[in-house]
């Protein structure tokens, strides 16, 4: 859970440090970029959704 939710923490503005290189990376405005993650944010907090409420797949 906590990987997930520091990866998460990654990309997401205001701190997002991998949000930024990749515009800068790319040279498009964080705005464009954080349109284009939408997606990506939506699984991501669907997946740490799944990890902290169904118990039986973090536990083996």
């Known amino acids: 859970m906590m990987v997930v939710n520091l990866s998460i923490g990654l990309y997401t503005p205001p701190v997002g440090t991998t949000l930024f290189i990749s ?4 040279r498009v ?3 464009e970029t ?3 993650l939408v ?6 907090l669907f997946v740490l ?3 902290s409420y169904v118990p039986a797949l973090t536990i083996y």
């Open 49 to 51: 959704m799944l990890i």
């Open 34 to 36: 954080v349109r284009a």
């Open 39 to 44: 997606p990506f944010y939506l699984v991501a």
């Open 23 to 26: 515009a800068g990376i790319a």
């Open 29 to 31: 405005g964080i705005g």
